[in-house]
Nanobody
């Protein structure tokens, strides 16, 4: 199983970015998907997550600015980030809680994509 994240980059404060993450491999079902972020020296923190039926949860800092969504295949998750602030600078990781071909349920992380917001 692999999670491939993309879409990070350099943006000015107030700008927008859209992150994408696609899951591939021997996957029977994906339950929850989400995004977390991490800056050096700090713990990884949840940004947003979305369940199979589409229930969403956001960190307080993301509410009103970020939108998480999944595509119809249920194997891709997106994070639309608007009104970005310098404090949003971090490596963003996608995450999937899924059932693999061995009928084992595990949590997987993507490789991370760097978001840099300049002031």
């Amino acid at each position: 199983v692999q999670l491939q994240a993309s879409g990070g980059g350099l943006v000015q404060a107030g700008g927008s970015l859209r992150l994408s993450c696609v899951a591939s491999g021997r996957i029977l079902s994906i339950y929850n998907m989400g995004w977390a972020r991490q800056v050096p020296g700090k713990d990884r923190e949840l940004v947003a997550r979305i369940s199979g039926p589409g229930t969403t949860n956001y960190a307080d800092f993301a509410k009103g600015r970020f939108t998480i969504s999944r595509d119809s295949s249920m194997k891709a998750v997106y994070l639309e980030m608007n009104n970005l602030k310098p404090e949003d600078t971090a490596v963003y990781y996608c995450n999937a809680d899924l059932l693999g071909s061995g009928y084992s349920r595990n949590n997987y992380w993507g490789q991370g994509t760097l978001v840099t917001v300049s002031s």
